[in-house]
T-cell receptor, first 114, second 115 residues
Framework: NAGVTQTPKFQVLKTGQSMTLQCAQD?????MSWYRQDPGMGLRLIHY???????DQGEVPNGYNVSRSTTEDFPLRLLSAAPSQTSVYFC?????????????FGPGTRLTVT | AQSVAQPEDQVNVAEGNPLTVKCTYS??????LFWYVQYPNRGLQFLLK??????LVKGSYGFEAEFNKSQTSFHLKKPSALVSDSALYFC?????????????FGTGTRLQVTL
């Protein structure tokens, strides 16, 4: 299994540009989520999904959209990039929404918005 | 709302010495607690979790954690540190809100193990 994969690894955007961060998992996991990691702030939840066709907002959803058309894929869209969105983005998945299951993380995408 | 606190930004320990990385939590119900490790330029890796049962939980790479309900703590420990343990460590607590559970992370503690 490849686990959780993310593309691209690095990206530089200009303010106002849009882009999609890709995330895929091959473990047939029910639950997927997106986090951003900023220095001194830990990881903050952006959006999550409990299954295909179902998404919900996390702690910091503004400026981001998600969709979940298949179990495997959970792309994150930046609608109009802002310098405040400069961060490292992690996708994660978990076998179930039940709280006892640990999450598996992708390698991350480092995004810089100028 | 639930929260996690990691009071130390950095912990320094000599190789071979025991290490402790501290974590305290706040939840309204029973906590599900997790420790993750992040090596440079990598994603987070699961180390161990407490769900129920024995207060001492053993995990990967020789790490263990002690759940203390009265002190609302879940400190990560290892009897003998290795230089290769140097990394960023995150404590997390599971929250049940709405239709799904969410994981809330602490701000992380950088562990530096030196020879």
């Amino acid at each position: 299994n490849a686990g959780v994969t993310q593309t691209p690894k690095f990206q530089v955007l200009k303010t106002g540009q849009s882009m999609t961060l890709q995330c895929a998992q091959d473990m047939n996991h029910e639950y997927m989520s997106w986090y951003r990691q900023d220095p001194g702030m830990g990881l903050r939840l952006i959006h999550y999904s409990v299954g295909a066709g179902i998404t919900d907002q996390g702690e910091v959803p503004n400026g981001y959209n998600v969709s979940r058309s298949t179990t495997e894929d959970f792309p994150l869209r930046l609608l109009s990039a802002a310098p405040s969105q400069t961060s490292v983005y992690f996708c994660a998945s978990s076998y179930s929404v039940q709280g006892t299951y640990e999450q598996y993380f992708g390698p991350g995408t480092r995004l810089t918005v100028t | 709302a639930q929260s996690v606190a990691q009071p130390e930004d950095q912990v320094n320990v000599a190789e071979g010495n025991p290490l402790t990385v501290k974590c305290t939590y706040s939840v309204s119900g029973n906590p599900y607690l997790f420790w993750y490790v992040q090596y440079p330029n990598r994603g987070l890796q699961f180390l161990l979790k407490y769900i129920t049962g024995d207060n001492l939980v053993k995990g990967s790479y020789g790490f263990e954690a002690e759940f203390n309900k009265s002190q609302t703590s879940f400190h990560l420990k290892k009897p003998s540190a290795l230089v290769s343990d140097s990394a960023l460590y995150f404590c997390a607590v599971r929250d049940f809100t709405g239709t799904a559970s969410k994981l809330t992370f602490g701000t992380g503690t950088r562990l530096q193990v030196t020879l």
